[in-house]
């Protein structure tokens, strides 16, 4: 490959040398070669920096770059840093990217207008027994359409929505000014940065699960960090409320949605008292009526709880 590569595909890796090379290997054989691979090794204490120096050998489009551990939000920047294509994206060091995935992005990029980043569906997968992958469920891109809706629509994204954006694809130019990834927060990064671009990009989406987003349970987030994660989805609201790029009513909105997505953790980790305290004193917030969730958690606490008490649960 001769000159600067189209595309600049970061990833960012912390002890992945389980799955880093089946996902380095599916990006570089996508049909849109004209590509560079960085991986960022996050101060890894496994094998993952021989791997990739393994691959970097054999392909001249791979180059590794090592670092003290800085967080995912850091390694995805130190990637910036070096990116020489036109274009920008990332992905996570297990996930994977159906065939065409990078090719049609980019060309839906190279028809919208300057200042537009590129988004695509998702679908889940986990590992399954004697290294078989379990498919599940897909998730579709939220429609952003220009004007205030937008802003609403981002800031009431349910968390199993918040990962389309790890599909994104930009020009290099809009991921260089938007300033990447917050260095500042350890949780929620991925959505400041989502708020931080709604208020001044557009988005153009491509209704198919092109990205393969890989589930497994040492990926958890653990439950007595929850609380913490939802302080921090608080204090993003309060700022764009504040900022004035959502109105008090879209706010109040999502405040319900995050509480909800507590009370979904505390009923699968089987904590189905404080799940239902938490849920009930929601309804002290008047948004709480018009969240169609509230009632579909009502039933599945209780659910859950009539399983327990005779013995029925799982």
């Known amino acids: 490959m001769s000159g600067a590569p189209l595309v600049s595909v970061v990833i960012p890796t912390h002890n992945s040398a389980k799955y880093v090379l089946k996902t380095a290997e599916n990006i ?3 049909p849109l070669d004209d590509l560079e691979l960085i991986v960022v090794d996050d101060g890894s204490s496994d094998n993952t920096p021989d791997v990739v120096e393994e691959l970097v050998k054999r392909d ?6 090592r670092q003290k551990q800085q967080g995912l939000g850091g390694a995805r920047n ?5 990116a020489k294509g036109r274009y920008f994206t990332t992905v996570d060091a297990d996930d994977l990217w159906a065939a065409s995935k990078l090719e049609r992005q980019v060309a839906a990029l190279e028809s919208s207008p ?8 998702v679908k889940r997968f986990s590992d399954g027994l004697n290294g078989a992958e379990l498919w599940s469920f897909g998730t579709r891109p ?5 004007g205030p809706a937008k802003m609403a629509r981002i800031i009431s994204l349910s968390r199993t929505e918040m990962v389309v954006f790890n599909t994104a694809v930009f020009r290099i130019e809009d991921i260089v000014e938007l300033g990447g990834w917050s260095r500042e927060m350890w949780t929620a990064h991925d959505w400041e940065l989502w708020l931080r ?10 209704d198919e699960p092109l990205m393969f987003y890989r589930k497994h349970h040492s990926s958890m987030t653990r439950l007595s960090d929850l609380d ?4 921090a989805h608080e204090a993003l609201i309060e700022r764009e409320m504040s900022l004035g790029t959502v109105s008090m009513e879209a706010a109040r909105a999502a405040l319900v949605e995050r509480r909800l997505d507590r009370v979904m ?10 799940a239902m305290q938490r849920l009930l004193r929601l309804l002290w917030h008047r948004d709480t009526w018009s969240n169609r969730r509230f009632g579909s958690e009502a039933v599945d606490i209780m659910r859950a709880w009539t399983a327990k008490v005779t013995g029925q649960a799982d």
């Open 28 to 30: 570089l054989t996508q």
């Open 60 to 65: 001249p489009r791979v180059h590794l770059v």
């Open 78 to 82: 130190s990637g910036i840093a070096v």
């Open 114 to 121: 300057p200042r537009t980043i590129s988004l695509t569906g």
């Open 142 to 146: 939220p429609m952003l359409v220009p």
């Open 197 to 206: 671009a709604g208020r001044s990009f557009e988005f153009t989406t491509i």
């Open 228 to 231: 913490e994660v939802l302080g």
């Open 265 to 274: 953790d505390l009923r699968y980790s089987g904590q189905l008292l404080d």
